[in-house]
């Protein structure tokens, strides 16, 4: 194998290794957003849900 070659080759490698590092952290990201955004519908999910705890029973009174 010549030199160009060898280089090709390494640039090749270096590319292969790196894009597997891309995808690991981009897999993280998306799993950590996935998890924020849950997080964040199910406090919606309870802020909207009406339950007897939210003290309405004042508002009916009037």
């Known amino acids: 194998m010549d030199r160009s070659q060898q280089i090709s080759r390494n640039h090749q490698i270096?590319?292969?290794?790196?894009?597997?590092q891309l995808r690991g952290v981009l897999g993280q990201a998306l799993i950590s957003g996935l998890a924020m955004m849950k997080q964040v519908l199910d406090d919606?999910?309870?802020?909207?849900?009406?339950?007897?705890?939210?003290?309405?029973?004042?508002?009916d009174r009037h």
């Open 14 to 20: 270096r590319q292969s290794e790196q894009a597997e």
């Open 44 to 59: 919606m999910k309870r802020m909207l849900n009406p339950r007897t705890d939210l003290r309405l029973g004042s508002l």
